[in-house]
């Protein structure tokens, strides 16, 4: 059997990078090419970036953003609505809701859905923290900004009846056609939907 081409150093980049999101073992040889091709100008950079990035950034103890400080920046802006708490999936959905400039009190960061069928319950997500923080007087509103799936939909169900005894008010964000979206490409699931929110003007 013939020696591999590739060395023990350079295979464990490429494995390493095949672990990514959207990255497979010929997508991850491509990137380990073109880093090692530009060592100084991008590979030096980003192993800098990854090491800072590694001891720096943490989990925000109060909504569970990832910043270098604790509370994340998001939590200190005393400008931001603290009557309102945006709960979302995860670390990603907060960035776009702020990307989207859509929100502007503070977030809770549940780390998943619920989904029995991949044994994720409610002790694998921070859904105690959602509560303690919604008993805070200073807190009237809880925005679920949770995605129309069934573990979505499940989740939903579970905060709403954990969140009652509270008193306070429980939204979820509307669902239905997207901007720009025609009505022929659209799935049945999300027409409905929009048929049930739809609303005067």
């Not at 103890?61 to 802006?77: K, T």
């Not at 009505?183 to 999300?190: A, N, P, Q, S, V």
Request: proline share 6%; aromatic share 4%.
């Amino acid at each position: 059997m013939p020696a591999s081409p590739i060395g023990p150093e350079l295979q464990r980049l490429i494995d390493l990078l095949a672990k990514m999101p959207g990255l497979g073992p010929r997508s991850a040889k491509r990137a380990a090419l073109y880093l090692l091709k530009r060592r100084d100008q991008v590979m030096g950079p980003l192993a800098f970036a990854l090491d800072d990035a590694a001891k720096k950034v943490k989990s925000c103890s109060s909504c569970g953003n990832w910043d270098s400080i604790d509370p994340c920046a998001v939590c200190a802006d005393v400008e931001r609505n603290a009557g309102v708490l945006c709960v979302v999936q995860d670390v990603g959905d907060l960035w776009a809701l702020e990307r989207a400039g859509a929100h502007k009190g503070r977030y809770h960061v549940l780390g998943g859905l619920l989904s029995p069928l991949d044994g994720v319950g409610p002790d694998d997500l921070n859904v105690g923290g959602l509560v303690a923080r919604a008993s805070d007087d200073a807190v009237v509103e809880i925005v679920l900004a949770l995605p129309a799936t069934v573990d979505g939909q499940t989740t939903v169900h579970y905060l709403t009846e954990h969140l009652e005894p509270v008193g306070v008010t429980v939204t979820r964000l509307s669902q239905g056609v997207p901007v720009g979206g025609e009505l022929d490409y659209l799935d049945e699931g999300t027409l409905s939907a929009a048929m049930k929110a739809r609303r005067s003007f």
